[in-house]
């Protein structure tokens, strides 16, 4: 197992200016170490608009840090160059203007020895605002400091989606790390656990930090229900394509149709067929898909008609939620450097459903919408989730590329129906009367 040093930035900060700035350094140093395997031509390509290049991810980042700390703490900060401001916000309207999106990969200066400075340029400014700012101050700092340092590792995972969809448009199928393909095991069948009918709690209780979009906490009625035991395999999957789900039209939704005839999936993202056989792009090359492996880069359209033709359903996010309460937060994540889903561990978790965290974010069937009395932080930060809640899906758990330190059992991720470069899988649900 490869040691990154994560930091513990899910539990509660302390306030000392050496615990933040140690955070800090952590933090931005896992963003240079996911870089090390590249080479500067990797840095610069946008393969699709949902796709950064790498360089501008680095870059944004330094842009946050900038833009929400040490220009609200330093009145007279100025950046490295005036026009980074532009260049590398993202969506913030309230901050200024910015740069088209889907053009991001048209900027080639900065170039990437220039992105680097940058980032030394805001990391030095950093470090001086943890050694000289006051107590009190710095205290007052520490919720938007927290909220930077998760903003940077949601960007260190959007780097590894976006490095493997950049690699997998090379004809060559480059590489970006040497990993040793999962062990062609057995997965226990699939099997259903129950859970009761109630009125149950969710969302963030309020330890430790948390999205604005993860509360406030509520309770939820839930109907009983069954969850399946793990996440849809590799070989599950296969009997589906095989059974002619790209081509039977009652199995999907009407969007959903629409967009296989589009776009003519036939296969999760990154499968093909060579010489009769299914290989798939990873992040370690090209090979050949293991069943056991959980499916990984379907969309929700593609989770929503699978679940359909197993005479199932995808979970609501709340169903999800009290299936995972009182689980442990471990699995495959980032840190174990696999970077790629792996079969079912029956050590994962001894009792309940196995695989609820990490290896791939679990679609559920609910919109992402505000929770009951969700308001948006005033100002700029405002804007980091919640004008979001329209036209798409929650889901839940954390991938491959996620950090440990980073997720929670409240944590609700959000992407488009039509989304596949994300490392997103599939975990059945059912009614529990339907099945008595």
Known sequence: ??????????????????????????????????????????????????????????????????????????????????????????????????????????????????????????????????????????????????????????????????????????????????????????????????????????????????????????????????????????????????DGGYSTPTLWLSDGWRTVQEQQWQAPLYWEKRDGQWCMMTLSGLRAVNKYEPVCHVSYYEADAYAHWKHARLATEAEWEVAASGLDVRGNFVESGVYHPVPMQATLQKEGPTQMYGDVWEWTQSAYAPYPGFRPAPGAVGEYNGKFMCNQFVLRGGSCVTSLSHIRPTYRNFFPPDARWQFTGIRLAREVEAHA
Not at 180 to 202: F, H, K, M, R
Request: hydrophobic share 35%; glycine share 4%; aromatic share 12%.
């Open 1 to 242: 197992m490869v040691d990154y040093a994560q930091p513990k930035t899910s539990s509660a900060l302390a306030l000392s200016r050496h615990a933040l700035s140690e955070q800090y350094k952590q933090v931005r140093a896992f963003s240079e170490l996911i870089c090390k395997p590249l080479v500067t031509e990797d840095y610069v390509v946008q393969s699709m608009p949902d796709v950064s290049p790498t360089k501008w991810h680095l870059a944004h980042v330094s842009w946050f840090w900038e833009t929400f700390v040490l220009s609200a703490a330093q009145p007279g900060y100025t950046s490295l160059h005036p026009q980074y401001t532009y260049l590398f916000n993202s969506y913030y309207n309230s901050v200024g203007a910015r740069h088209c999106r889907p053009r991001r990969g048209l900027i080639s200066r900065p170039t990437v020895t220039e992105t680097y400075q940058y980032r030394r340029y805001v990391d030095e400014h950093m470090q001086a605002l943890f050694e000289h700012l006051d107590e009190s101050r710095l205290s007052a700092l520490t919720p938007v400091i927290t909220l930077g340092l998760h903003h940077e590792q949601q960007h260190q995972e959007l780097m590894l989606t976006d490095i493997k969809h950049v690699l997998s448009c090379n004809p060559l199928n480059p590489a970006y790390h040497e990993a040793p393909a999962s062990p062609s095991l057995s997965v226990a069948p699939l099997s259903w656990i129950t859970y009761q009918e109630d009125v149950y709690w969710i969302g963030h209780k309020g330890d430790g930090f948390a999205f604005d979009n993860e509360g406030p906490r509520h309770k939820t009625y839930v109907q009983s229900f069954q969850l399946g035991s793990r996440l849809v395999t590799n070989g599950e999957y296969l009997e589906f394509i095989e």
